[in-house]
């Protein structure tokens, strides 16, 4: 296999070092020689974010020594200053991860199911993803080329009618709209009703202050599937006409995979709670059953006495299990109770 031979440099905010060395790992298996720099906590990585080195992408595990969780990403977001960053975390919280995303992470990996494909998919749709948007920024001259021959859905709004002005093909192949449909309809008829205020609240102002604006949203297809949306959207003059080019990024499957590892989690908590409560109710009366039999003044033949050491061996052996599954039990640490 061909490794990527550009020159990519990571900045891994992460205070597990065995996690830190599966990632290098982990890049390593599809980039020829990736630079790594490793910060611990959040102070070492605010130092290394504010030096004159130049990074690719930041990797940021969400609970450090020195802070974690929602404020954490926002202050590494303001620090990046555009460098896309991918937040890394060992638990599945499906409301958290979606905050995530619309605070600007640029994706969210859970440690547990990475692999180096997956892990090397991840960073270069973040890598080219924030080259795109800065292209955006930059300069219209590449419009065509970005725009029609981009993978992901895109189309351009007026900022008025909220017509649909242009579309792409990936929009066209995601939606199942003709681009003569799309030109006859707004942005609204893609949306299920319920996220119509939504999309009011974000248009009516509150947020145009942004020049590049995120969020995640709800579309609706030509079909009735109903799509998890991240999209971005930034400002452009349309044939001299106010509008906005958006990307979308269908999170569906995405979002799905994460409320599937919450229902696991539920059911291993539950299973725990019954192995725990219920299975040990019945041996525990098993035992006892069999203290009592063990001090009655009855005279049992040898061949039964064996019998009941057997049952007395096995009762304590199982009930040493239950103990053993209980302990670990209590250990895990659930998305919910974070």
Same mark, same amino acid.
């Given at each position: 296999?061909?490794?990527?031979?550009?020159?990519?440099?990571?900045?891994?905010?992460?205070?597990?070092?065995?996690?830190?060395?599966?990632?290098?790992?982990?890049?390593?298996?599809?980039?020829?020689?990736?630079?790594?720099?490793?910060? &611990?906590?959040?102070?070492?990585?605010?130092?290394?974010?504010?030096?004159?080195?130049?990074?690719?992408?930041?990797?940021?595990?969400? !609970?450090?020594?020195?802070? !974690?969780?929602?404020?954490?990403?926002?202050?590494?977001?303001?620090?990046?200053?555009?460098?896309?960053?991918?937040?890394?975390?060992?638990?599945?919280?499906?409301? *958290?991860?979606?905050?995530?995303?619309?605070?600007?992470?640029?994706?969210?990996?859970?440690?547990?199911?990475?692999?180096?494909? *997956?892990? =090397?998919?991840?960073?270069?749709?973040?890598?080219?993803?924030?080259?795109?948007?800065?292209?955006?920024?930059?300069?219209?001259?590449?419009? /065509?080329?970005?725009?029609?021959?981009?993978?992901?859905?895109?189309? &351009? *709004? +007026?900022?008025?009618?909220?017509?649909?002005?242009?579309?792409?093909?990936?929009?066209? /192949?995601? =939606?199942? =709209?003709?681009?003569?449909?799309?030109?006859?309809?707004?942005?609204?008829?893609?949306?299920? /009703?319920?996220?119509?205020?939504?999309?009011?609240?974000?248009?009516?102002?509150?947020?145009?202050?942004?020049? &590049?604006? /995120?969020?995640?949203?709800? #579309?609706?297809?030509?079909?009735?599937?109903?799509?998890?949306?991240?999209?971005?959207?930034?400002?452009?003059?349309?044939?001299?006409?106010?509008?906005?080019?958006?990307?979308?990024?269908?999170?569906? +499957?995405?979002?799905? #995979?994460?409320?599937?590892?919450?229902?696991?989690?539920?059911? *291993?908590?539950?299973?725990?709670?019954?192995?725990?409560?219920?299975?040990?109710?019945?041996?525990?009366?098993?035992?006892?059953?069999?203290?009592?039999?063990?001090?009655?003044?009855?005279?049992?033949?040898?061949?039964?006495?064996?019998?009941?050491?057997?049952?007395?061996?096995?009762?304590?052996?199982?009930?040493?299990?239950?103990?053993?599954? !209980?302990?670990?039990?209590?250990?895990?640490?659930?998305?919910?109770?974070?």
């Amino acid at each position: 296999m061909r490794k990527d031979a550009k020159n990519y440099n990571f900045l891994i905010i992460e205070d597990n070092l065995g996690d830190y060395v599966l990632i290098e790992e982990y890049l390593s298996e599809y980039i020829l020689d990736p630079h790594t720099t490793h910060a &611990v906590t959040f102070e070492e990585a605010k130092s290394n974010l504010k030096g004159e080195e130049n990074f690719d992408l930041v990797f940021l595990d969400l !609970s450090l020594p020195d802070h !974690s969780g929602e404020d954490l990403i926002k202050e590494i977001i303001q620090l990046s200053k555009g460098i896309p960053v991918i937040a890394l975390t060992g638990f599945s919280d499906l409301e *958290f991860s979606i905050r995530s995303l619309s605070l600007g992470i640029s994706d969210y990996l859970l440690k547990d199911e990475l692999t180096p494909p *997956f892990l =090397y998919k991840s960073v270069i749709y973040a890598i080219e993803r924030n080259r795109y948007i800065e292209d955006l920024q930059d300069s219209e001259k590449r419009y /065509s080329e970005l725009f029609h021959l981009n993978p992901s859905p895109m189309w &351009v *709004f +007026d900022e008025n009618s909220l017509a649909f002005l242009d579309v792409n093909e990936a929009a066209i /192949s995601k =939606y199942g =709209y003709t681009e003569k449909e799309f030109k006859q309809m707004t942005i609204t008829d893609i949306r299920p /009703s319920e996220e119509i205020p939504k999309l009011q609240n974000y248009l009516s102002g509150q947020n145009q202050k942004k020049e &590049v604006y /995120s969020n995640l949203f709800k #579309h609706i297809t030509k079909t009735g599937e109903i799509l998890d949306v991240e999209i971005e959207s930034a400002p452009i003059l349309f044939n001299d006409r106010k509008a906005k080019m958006v990307v979308a990024n269908d999170i569906t +499957d995405k979002i799905r #995979h994460i409320q599937t590892i919450e229902t696991q989690n539920k059911t *291993f908590k539950e299973i725990a709670w019954i192995q725990s409560h219920v299975v040990r109710a019945p041996l525990a009366r098993m035992m006892g059953l069999i203290n009592l039999l063990e001090t009655m003044d009855v005279e049992l033949a040898e061949e039964n006495k064996q019998i009941m050491e057997y049952i007395q061996k096995s009762a304590e052996e199982l009930d040493q299990i239950i103990r053993d599954i !209980s302990k670990k039990s209590e250990n895990i640490v659930y998305a919910d109770e974070k």
